[in-house]
């Protein structure tokens, strides 16, 4: 474990309880802050409902300490990761009051999942220390944090969020330009706005949609992302597909402008050692062979299930 750092957490909810949870499960002392008097009372007690479920010694929830006042919860912290509702003027106030009360060494970190971090910060005067830091829920559960640089992000504030990311057994990735819904909920809305439409037009009903999405090419995500599937079947075939079927999307639109130029450039995929990525032969087939092992095991637990 690193050194203990002071972590504060403002809002003590879905989302913020969990945060705390995971920063006091890897040993740092956590004070929590939310201006619902009930839901920070029982800040503690959800700790350990979830450290219990986990099967895991409910001791750690003992670091939290609640606190009522904002100021006071973040005067002498190290962290600061903000969990409040998704309100833009909400969590604008809440940045610019942290600002004039934390230590001006302390980083700013906001759980938005949609809102541009660099909006949230207008009225904060230093906003070099303030980044995005998006879990998701369950964020004790969950690996991935998405760290968002916005325009006035110092690099070193990445850097050391990263960092602390990782030790506390999290997977962060750096997300570059500070867009709204950042990479996570960018990929995963536009999945929602196309399941909505096919329902709409009456293609489906809702409970296939979720199926086919459950039964076929979700099994394969957790071990095989967009672009290496695209890279593993080829992106001369990619391109083929998308030429005919993204036209007839609502709304239509053409092939990716990097997809045409990649196959122009003969860079097709695996097939080629290099497409979007780089690949030797050896990682493409440990990509296959990962895929191959993931999708028979769930077959396995499948019909274990079946047979109960």
């Known amino acids: 474990m690193t050194e203990p750092v002071r972590i504060a957490v403002v809002g003590a909810g879905l989302m913020g309880h969990g945060i705390a949870q995971v920063f006091a499960a890897a040993g740092h002392d956590v004070i929590v802050h939310d201006q619902d008097a009930e839901v920070l009372a029982g800040v503690r007690r959800r700790v350990e409902a979830n450290l219990r479920e986990l099967g895991a010694d409910p001791a750690p929830a003992e670091r939290l300490s609640p606190q009522a006042d904002l100021a006071t919860a973040v005067t002498r912290a190290d962290w600061v990761f903000e969990a409040a509702p998704e309100r833009l003027e909400l969590k604008q106030r809440l940045f610019a009051a942290m600002d004039a009360a934390a230590p001006a060494g302390a980083v700013l970190a906001t759980n938005t999942s949609v809102l541009r971090v660099g909006e949230i910060a207008q009225r904060a005067q230093r906003r070099g220390r303030i980044v995005g830091t998006h879990w998701w829920n369950p964020p004790h559960l969950i690996p991935l944090v998405e760290v968002v640089q916005a325009q006035d992000t110092e690099a070193e504030t990445v850097r050391r969020t990263i960092a602390l990311l990782e030790s506390v057994g999290k997977v962060p990735v750096h997300v570059r330009r500070d867009v709204a819904g950042f990479v996570g909920n960018r990929l995963q809305h536009a999945l929602w706005r196309e399941a909505f439409d096919l329902v709409d037009a009456g293609v489906c009903d809702a409970q ?70 780089d690949w030797t032969a050896d990682a493409a087939d440990a990509v296959r062979t990962r895929v191959v092992r993931a999708l028979a095991g769930e077959s396995r637990d499948a019909r274990t299930r079946e047979a109960r």
Do not use: C, W
């Not at 005919?244 to 990649?262: C, D, K, Q, T």
């Open 208 to 277: 296939t949609v979720d199926t086919v999405v459950k039964q076929g090419f979700g099994r394969r995500l957790g071990v095989l992302g967009p672009i290496e599937n695209a890279d593993l079947i080829g992106l001369d075939l990619t391109l083929a597909i998308h030429e005919y079927v993204l036209p007839r999307l609502n709304p239509p639109s053409p092939p990716a402008r990097g997809l045409r130029e990649r196959v122009a450039a003969g860079r097709l995929g695996m097939k080629t050692e290099g497409g979007y990525r």
